[in-house]
């Protein structure tokens, strides 16, 4: 057995244990044993040999940065998991608790597949995964937006199959085989159909991009990210956001080895800029925090695709941006899970001054807020002026002037809604919720703050390593 089916399978075969777990406490504590378990196994595959030629699993370049973060985000969010089902007695946590181990599975099976085949299967598995995560609360909101997001997932995801039956024609109409296996797609990408191949990317870009959540096909975002319990809505915006993000990457590899990355770049700069703006214009006076936070990931999205789009230096840029958007959408989905279970709402009509409610978890949201937003030393503003100096090297100037500005609207509309609910006095009468802040549900959300906070003053070179044979591997292949 290798090293990456292993990464799949210890997961996977841990949530039926979960499932059949008999005591409900023990039950959650699995969870953080499966992620401590995975995480072990990502740090021993990191340091194995490079995998064969033609492998289905094997861990590349841009694998070597996604799977530590996604397998980091979920143990940090798996340890704040007890103390957050300690304050849901009355709710069942079987089918939760084993839904999050499959969800960790097929983001893992995601990441690894270097068959477009088996990547697309990956992420339909994900859909169906994370269903029962977003329905745990079983009132009638959760179930609408639960609906919603397997509805617009579906279509996203029968895009994104119909792309990857046009790239494998694109591959036969070239007299080739019409493999699905990336290696061999890379050699034969000179001699693709360059039709079918245009075809195929622009349906991969919305099929993929729907799981993204880009602009316009964001609407499930919303409704999902303000019902989903805080740790699911951090593990959507950071960990399956992540591997959508990296099976476009895989395609836009090919055109870039075709000849036609320049075909693939302006596509990529026009979408990332539309869900910059759409995501400011939503924020503007948006009244429920959580649902910001979804319009926040949008705008993320589009940055990553934006950097990308440039090339150069900005795609450097993008890549650690996806580090550093991934740690941060934890600190503020957990730190607004606290405040939500402390106020009983999400509306900014009934909550105000969670600093002088819930300290930690309220001062958690406000710099989780500064470094979304870009705001120096924290690791957004290093990702994001990369990508603002990638566009000014293209001589791109117009571009760079419509990232400033989108990036000023968003931190004007984000801050309006943020500093409501950390800031004034808490309004009166304030029913008792039972929720106090404590180690188990501030500590991730912490250490999450301190990386993000780390990765402004410095990139260690392991990384920074890392990132450039990845931003290397998306433009050439190699």
């Not at 169906?128 to 995560?133: E, H, K, N, W």
């Not at 799981?211 to 964001?218: F, I, N, S, V």
């Not at 989903?228 to 959507?236: D, E, F, H, N, R």
């Amino acid at each position: 057995m290798t090293v990456e089916l292993a990464l799949v399978l210890v997961p996977l075969l841990l949530a039926p244990a979960a499932a059949l777990w008999p005591g409900g406490r023990g039950r959650a504590w699995l969870v953080p044993l499966g992620a401590a378990a995975h995480l072990s196994l990502v740090l021993v595959a990191l340091e194995g040999p490079p995998p064969p030629a033609g492998a289905w699993l094997a861990i590349d370049p841009l694998g070597r940065v996604a799977l530590p973060l996604v397998s980091g985000l979920f143990f940090v969010c798996s340890l704040y998991l007890p103390a957050y089902l300690a304050g849901q007695p009355d709710r069942p946590n079987r089918l939760f608790c084993a839904a999050l181990l499959a969800f960790l599975a097929m983001m893992t099976l995601s990441i690894v597949s270097q068959h477009l085949g088996l990547l697309w299967v990956a992420l339909e598995a994900n859909t169906l995964a994370s269903a029962p995560l977003l329905y745990f609360k079983q009132n009638p909101r959760s179930l609408e937006a639960t609906w919603k997001y397997l509805l617009l997932g579906a279509i996203g995801i029968a895009l994104a199959l119909l792309g990857t039956f046009f790239l494998a024609y694109a591959g036969l109409q070239a007299g080739r085989e019409g493999s699905l296996l990336t290696a061999t797609l890379l050699i034969d990408a000179p001699r693709l159909s360059r039709p079918w191949l245009h075809t195929a990317f622009v349906l991969l870009l919305v099929g993929y991009g729907t799981k993204m959540g880009l602009a316009p096909m964001h609407t499930w975002k919303p409704d999902a990210y303000g019902e989903a319990p805080g740790l699911v809505g951090a593990l959507l915006a950071g960990g399956l956001t992540t591997c959508a993000f990296l099976a476009l990457l895989r395609f836009y590899q090919l055109c870039a080895v075709a000849g036609e990355g320049a075909f693939a770049r302006e596509l990529f700069v026009a979408m990332g800029l539309l869900s910059m703006a759409v995501a400011g214009v939503f924020m503007a006076r948006q009244r429920d925090f959580k649902r910001m936070l979804a319009y926040s990931s949008v705008e993320h999205m589009g940055i990553l695709l934006l950097g990308i789009g440039l090339g150069g230096l900005a795609t450097f840029g993008a890549l650690l941006h996806l580090v550093n958007n991934t740690l941060t959408k934890g600190v503020l989905f957990l730190a607004a899970a606290n405040i939500h279970r402390s106020y009983g709402s999400k509306s900014l009509d009934e909550v105000s001054g969670a600093l002088r409610r819930v300290p930690a978890s309220g001062a958690l949201f406000l710099g989780g807020f500064f470094a979304a937003t870009g705001s120096p030393p924290f690791g957004h503003f290093l990702s994001e002026f990369t990508i603002l100096r990638g566009a000014v090297a293209t001589g791109r100037p117009g571009v760079a002037a419509a990232f400033l500005l989108l990036l000023f609207v968003v931190f004007v509309g984000m801050g309006g809604t943020v500093l409501a609910v950390a800031q004034g006095t808490p309004r009166e009468p304030l029913p008792s919720s039972g929720y106090r802040d404590g180690p188990g549900t501030v500590g991730p959300a912490a250490a999450l703050l301190l990386a993000e906070l780390v990765l402004g003053v410095w990139v260690p070179p392991w990384l920074d390593q890392a990132l450039r044979a990845a931003a290397l591997f998306v433009e050439t292949g190699r």
